[in-house]
């Protein structure tokens, strides 16, 4: 079964980069049409999303958080890692990893982990 | 980047009444070479994840009671809930893939009149 598990620090200090994994069993990310993408969500609020990188390396940012993010793939490891530089406290949220499949929504996600910003 | 409305922001439904939820996007998420709607709808409950309801604006996701329905085109959709039950208590979103960055709408708390 397709299963997500998100892991780094619970922890971060203001101006650090925070580095994000997601580890995933299940599906293959060299599979034509296959993305992974990051997703959080800070407490009491809305989801936002983050970035995607597909099967082909192709990658996508939000554009208020790019110049910040960096997406990446390891194939053989199953898993995609996300940095995010110069962390502030409005970026204290829950981080999910999530799969979808072609043009698709979000079908499987992580149980996400909580990360909070603070001197 | 497309912005997606929700409306409301919280809704108290009776149990076993009709829950409606609306989202509207700033452009079509209408793709015309397939004439598909980009657009999902996702239930959170708390301490969870999010959980795809529904996708291409009105097919349900496998597993996904037949209370929960999907309409709209365009740049206006719908969630409809037919009868209210207690475990669908939770929050609502609505996100486009039409194009990147995908967005989601702010969420709808859905309570117990």
């Known amino acids: 079964q397709v299963t997500l598990r998100e892991s780094g620090p619970a922890l971060v200090k203001p101006t650090q980069t925070l580095t994000l994994t997601c580890t995933f069993s299940?599906?293959?990310?060299?599979?034509?049409?296959?993305?992974v993408s990051w997703i959080r969500q800070p407490p009491g609020k809305a989801l936002e999303w983050l970035a995607r990188?597909?099967?082909?390396?192709?990658?996508y940012y939000s554009t208020s958080l790019k110049t910040r993010l960096t997406i990446s793939k390891d194939t053989s490891k199953n898993q995609v890692v996300l940095t995010m530089t110069n962390m502030d406290p409005v970026d204290t949220a829950t981080y999910y990893c999530?799969?979808?499949?072609?043009?698709?929504?979000?079908?499987?996600w992580g149980q996400g982990t909580l990360v909070t910003v603070s001197s | 980047d497309i912005v997606m409305t929700q409306s409301p922001d919280s809704l108290a439904v009776s149990l076993g009444e009709r829950a409606t939820i609306n989202c509207k996007s700033s452009?079509?998420?209408?793709?015309?070479?397939?004439?598909?709607?980009?657009l999902a709808w996702y239930q959170q409950k708390p301490g969870q994840p999010p959980q795809l309801l529904i996708y291409?604006?009105?097919t349900r996701e496998s597993g996904v009671p037949d209370r929960f329905s999907g309409s709209g085109s365009g740049t206006d959709f719908t969630l409809t809930i037919s009868s209210l039950q207690a475990e669908d208590v939770a929050l609502y979103y609505c996100?486009?893939?039409?194009?990147?960055?995908?967005?989601f709408g702010q969420g709808t708390k859905l309570e117990i009149k």
């Open positions: 999530a799969r979808s499949y072609g043009p698709s929504p979000n079908d499987y």
């Open positions: 452009q079509s998420v209408l793709y015309s070479s397939n004439n598909k709607n980009y």
């Open positions: 299940g599906f293959s990310l060299s599979t034509s049409a296959m993305c």
């Open positions: 990188i597909d099967w082909d390396d192709d990658k």
């Open positions: 291409w604006a009105s």
């Open positions: 996100q486009q893939y039409y194009s990147t960055p995908y967005t």
